[in-house]
């Protein structure tokens, strides 16, 4: 998890420059490294149900959770515009947006449901926002509780379902080989930031992601 952090650390600079299509190419190749590592460490299941001796669930006030995140960036009128938005999601509202979609349409585990007593569980908006700050900041799980409401172990369960269903959803067009439309964006991507002589590096490092990620997925 620490090798994780250090490499999402390197490229967070990078987001702020990026468009649309970069800010969704960048996310999915996070997500291909991430599901790549529940593929080869997964993780032993444990047996559920209570435990004597252990305490008891945390009241964590899910929907007071989910109230605060809609106001915050998802109302009509957020508290936070869209500038500010795009800085802490490392994506722009509409992105958001398809990702949600995305993953709602590959995995039912975003679906809020209803326990047996009629309460709603944590919202997709709840579950996918946990997942990306991990995905893109390389966040403890531990430290998305206080403001979303997830416990730890939710917290990694979002992340490693979300993580696949990226690439079940979104996996179609991203492990295809690049066209020559693909290898001139990303050509002129290294011009404009002032390193024409990086670009070879920077196409052989897709290319590899690209190469590894069919070989895990496909």
């Known amino acids: ?21 970069e800010c969704s190419e960048m996310l999915v190749l996070h997500a291909l490294r991430g599901a790549e ?9 444990q047996r559920g149900g209570s435990v004597p001796g252990r305490a008891a669930n945390v009241d964590r006030d899910r929907e007071a959770g989910h109230a605060r995140l809609i106001a915050d960036y ?9 500038r500010l938005f ?19 349409e590959a995995d039912d585990y975003f679906v809020q449901k209803k326990d047996a007593l009629g309460v709603p569980g944590l919202s997709p908006y709840q579950k996918v926002t946990a997942a990306l700050r991990m995905c893109c900041y390389g966040v ?16 990694m369960k979002s992340f490693k379902r979300f993580a696949l269903a990226v690439v079940t959803h979104f996996g179609a067009e991203y492990l295809r080989d690049p066209t020559e439309e693909d290898i001139h964006r990303h050509a002129e991507l290294n011009a404009r930031r002032g390193f024409p002589a990086r670009t070879r590096f920077s196409l052989a490092r ?13």
């Open 1 to 21: 998890m620490e090798a994780w952090r250090a490499r999402l650390k390197r490229v967070l600079t990078e987001f702020e420059e990026l468009d649309d299509a």
């Open 37 to 45: 590592g529940v593929i080869t460490h997964p993780v032993k299941k």
């Open 74 to 82: 998802f109302a009509p009128n957020p508290v936070y515009n869209s």
């Open 86 to 104: 795009r800085r802490r999601f490392r994506l722009p509202p509409a992105m958001f947006d398809i990702v949600l979609e995305g993953v709602l």
């Open 140 to 155: 403890a799980a531990d430290s998305t509780d206080e403001y979303l409401r997830l416990a730890e172990s939710t917290a």
């Open 206 to 218: 897709v290319m590899r992601s690209v190469a590894e990620a069919r070989r895990l997925f496909t």
